[in-house]
Every structure is written in structure tokens, then in C-alpha cells.
């Protein structure tokens, strides 16, 4: 079994900064890849960001050049760095890893609960 928990969500200013960080709780083999997601209100989950195995990222066109996604991978965590927020940012934000069970299943995605980040005046 497997659990995500994010942390570091709040409100900010426009123009601020949060970082966020996800620790993974449980058992598993290995992680694939760590992303970030995020959910409006009333719109769909979209995808932030991304990180390999490899290290490599891949960015949203709307948070690129403001967001960093870093991953630990010793410690299991991963953050994501959020600069210059937007008034267009504020959603629940969720991580995402995919990772090997214990029981070999390969690319099972565990999800975390969510936290949120609100960006006002």
C-alpha cells in the first residue's frame, strides 16, 4: 500500500510564492515518474508537471518558466516550486506518483488527497 500526502498549500498573493511537497507513505518497489497536477473549480484535472526517472521535466504552457518540479528520490518526495502565482493558479493541487507495487504491477498511479493553493489580494 501506498499514500501520498502534499503539503505546503496556502494563500498567497499574486505575484507570490508556495512551494509544495508530496511525501510518499508505504510500500513499493519504485517510482517512475512524479508529477503534479491541478483542479479548478469546475473544470477538469490538468496536468502541471512532470518528472522522470531520468530527471527530465515537462511543463504546462501556463506555469512554465514559474514552476520547478524536483523530486528526492532517496526520500521518496517531491515538490514543486511555485513563483510569480497568478490569480488564474489558484486550484487543489495534487501529486501524482507512478510507481512498481510490491506485487509488480508497473506504472500503478497513487494519487494524493490534494492541497490547496488560493491567490489573492
Known amino acids: 500500500q501506498v499514500q501520498l500526502v502534499e503539503s505546503g498549500g496556502g494563500l498567497v498573493q499574486p505575484g507570490g510564492s508556495l512551494r509544495l511537497s508530496c511525501a510518499a507513505s508505504?510500500?513499493?518497489?519504485?517510482?517512475?515518474?512524479m508529477a503534479w497536477y491541478r483542479r479548478a473549480p469546475g473544470k477538469q484535472r490538468e496536468l502541471v508537471a512532470t518528472?522522470?526517472?531520468?530527471?527530465?521535466?515537462n511543463y504546462a504552457d501556463s506555469v512554465k518558466g514559474r514552476f520547478t518540479i524536483s523530486r528526492d528520490n532517496a526520500k521518496n518526495t517531491a515538490s514543486l516550486q511555485m513563483n510569480s502565482l497568478k490569480p488564474e493558479d489558484p486550484a487543489v493541487y495534487y501529486c501524482?506518483?507512478?510507481?512498481?507495487?510490491?506485487?509488480?504491477?508497473?506504472?500503478?498511479?497513487?494519487w494524493g488527497r490534494g492541497t490547496l493553493v488560493a491567490v489573492s489580494s
Open positions: 501524482m506518483f507512478a510507481v512498481t507495487s510490491e506485487g509488480c504491477i508497473e506504472g500503478l498511479e497513487v
Open positions: 508505504g510500500s513499493f518497489l519504485s517510482v517512475y515518474a
Open positions: 518528472i522522470a526517472s531520468g530527471d527530465s521535466t
